[in-house]
């Protein structure tokens, strides 16, 4: 009798796996509230240098046990996983979130899947169908619907802000496609290490040339909120990094990619619990991404 080993979708999801997968969201889902919170001390650019800095201190000791084994062959695409992967997305993320709500955010980062899907397609030669480009045109409509919803609601204030988030999702779609496509054997852990060891330097640099510090010692909510993007460093990054990476590896891509649909559910009820106001038609829009982000994935 021919004997078969079971493939990585054959795999068995166990309690254990359901159960990193639902930590991951909420760690994840979190993010949103945890920059609010952090910006409740610091500006948006402090908070983004802090946030890349305490990641790459973290990743630090990775980085340093591989060093002698990275292909430096392939550092420019270290330099634009490590921008476009973390650098830039942190930046926009903590500027829009001086306009927009928590919630909002948490949603609209939800389109990260269909532009991953849409960067693929036209410059990665990803294949398509007319099915999953029909799951993009539905996740734009939600977008659109939580833009302008929100801007009449006061949810999001000036709609540009909301727009950072979307050029956010687009940075993180070209960082995927980037490591699919030409960093593919590379370890995910030396991934991260380097990359935010390229960004963390100038990083921190910009940070200690502003007033951190001093914000730090004199603002009355500097260190709760300097502990919020620490968690949000550690936890949110490296932590939940680990995570998906470990989740990919038991199970299989499509069980790992159901964290997609879990985040904003996550961050919406973290904006709840904070006082933010959700109507009925960020539902229509957030149901709109997620059979979008469905369509695409099928």
Request: proline share 3%; hydrophobic share 55%; net charge positive.
């Amino acid at each position: 009798m021919e004997n078969k080993t079971p493939s990585i979708t054959e795999n068995t999801i166990s309690l254990k796996n359901w159960f990193s997968l639902i930590l991951l969201s909420i760690v994840w889902g979190s993010s949103f509230i945890l920059i609010k919170k952090g910006l409740i001390a610091f500006n948006a650019t402090q908070l983004a240098s802090l946030r890349i800095s305490i990641s790459a201190l973290a990743f630090l000791p990775f980085f340093l046990i591989r060093l002698k084994v990275i292909d430096w062959s392939k550092f420019k695409y270290f330099i634009i996983v490590g921008l476009l992967g973390s650098g830039i997305p942190s930046y926009l993320y903590a500027f829009a979130q001086t306009e927009i709500s928590s919630s909002v955010a948490g949603l609209l980062n939800s389109l990260t899947p269909i532009f991953t899907l849409l960067a693929g397609i036209l410059f990665f030669r990803l294949q398509w169908k007319w099915s999953k480009l029909i799951g993009v045109f539905l996740g734009f409509i939600g977008a659109l619907f939580l833009i302008f919803i929100g801007e009449d609601t006061g949810l999001s204030g000036d709609f540009r802000y909301s727009l950072l988030i979307v050029l956010g999702t687009i940075c993180y779609a070209l960082s995927l496609n980037t490591v699919k496509t030409y960093l593919q054997d590379i370890p995910s852990l030396t991934i991260s290490s380097v990359s935010f060891f390229i960004i963390g330097i100038p990083a921190s640099i910009y940070l200690f040339n502003t007033d951190f510090l001093n914000v730090l010692q004199e603002h009355e909510h500097g260190w709760a909120s300097l502990g919020y993007v620490a968690t949000l460093s550690i936890l949110g990054t490296v932590l939940a990094s680990i995570i998906f990476f470990k989740i990919v590896q038991e199970t299989n891509p499509l069980f790992a990619s159901m964290v997609s649909y879990l985040i904003p559910i996550i961050a919406v009820l973290w904006g709840i619990l904070d006082g933010e106001s959700f109507f009925m038609m960020h539902t229509v829009g957030m149901a709109f991404i997620l059979i979008g982000v469905y369509i695409s994935k099928k």
